[in-house]
């Protein structure tokens, strides 16, 4: 399990509990249908748009009960991989596994090779959802720009965040489209665009010292931390991201998991950000 936006499992209902495992469990599964090794690839964040998807629907997605064999539970109630909810999430994982790829070929391409014979799987992922109506071209250009980004040597913090935000928004925006709930593209868009920066400055966090050790980029300190702006105004950042999670998730329209959502947005992720800064004052 990774990624960010899981909930605080101790702050929800069993029942949310059962129901945010059955769409994490369900991502699982769907993603095995494409190959085994990408039920790795299984994240919360995967799951956060499974329940994104699942939500904007007047009916919730069946059910049925299986055998975890990473878990070793028996009779676990998972979303069924037919579900749009749950294959939608693995193709939009499998998309960013594409673009991962990429960026692993440029940056260390002697392990690229040992995941080069799944290449096809993901561009096969990529052409369904260009048939699905996904803006496709939209993300190779993200891609060029983060590549020419990641060459300047002066950058500034939205700059550098916004491929990455772009990118988590149109996802998310187009979860509205699939179910017809044209109403709450606008604010998926401004929700996906926050998550997407907040991710991307939780993930430099992540990797500071591993790329300072091997002179790798950092957006975080390509951005000039440290020398143009510091801890405060990073924590700022944070909050007033943090806001227009919880100003946007107010106004979407939803017909379940209410509650799931809000976990996330207002306990789990802010409890996350807090964690991330004491980790940068440590080793900064």
């Known amino acids: ?16 509990n059962y129901l945010y495992k059955a769409h994490y469990c369900g991502v699982c599964g769907a993603l095995r249908n494409h190959h085994l090794f990408f039920r790795l690839a299984t994240s919360y964040e995967a799951t956060l748009l499974s329940l994104l998807l699942a ?6 997605p069946q059910q049925t009960r299986l055998f975890c064999p990473f878990s070793g539970e028996f009779g676990r109630g998972v979303v069924i991989d037919s579900e749009e909810c ?14 991962k790829l990429n960026d692993q ?3 260390q391409p002697k392990t690229a090779i040992f995941i080069k014979p799944l290449e096809k799987t993901l561009q096969a992922s990529k052409d369904r959802l260009y048939s699905f109506g996904l803006d496709i071209y939209e993300f190779d250009r993200l891609e060029k720009l983060q590549i020419k980004l990641e060459q300047k040597d002066k950058l500034n913090l939205d700059d550098i965040l916004m491929p990455t935000s772009r990118a988590l928004g149109l996802v998310l925006s187009f979860t509205a489209e699939l179910t017809k709930t044209y109403r709450n593209k606008e604010n998926l868009y401004a929700l996906g665009e926050a998550l997407g920066k907040l991710i991307y400055i939780f993930d430099s966090i992540d990797d500071w010292e591993n790329d300072k050790k091997r002179n790798g980029f950092n957006g975080l300190k390509a951005s000039g931390f440290g020398d ?5 105004e990073l924590e700022y950042v944070l909050k007033r991201l ?4 919880a100003d946007n998730l107010a106004e979407i329209y939803l017909q379940h998991y209410e509650s799931i959502f809000h976990n996330i947005i207002h306990i789990a992720l802010p409890q996350k950000a807090k964690q991330k800064i004491s980790i940068l004052k440590d080793i900064t």
């Open 1 to 16: 399990m990774f990624g960010y936006t899981a909930p605080k499992k101790l702050d929800l209902t069993l029942k949310d």
């Open 55 to 60: 939500a904007q629907n007047p009916n919730p």
């Open 86 to 99: 749950v294959s939608f999430a693995a193709e939009a994982t499998l998309l960013m596994g594409y673009y």
């Open 105 to 107: 070929k440029r940056d």
């Open 228 to 232: 143009a702006y510091g801890l405060l």
């Open 242 to 245: 943090l806001h227009v999670l």
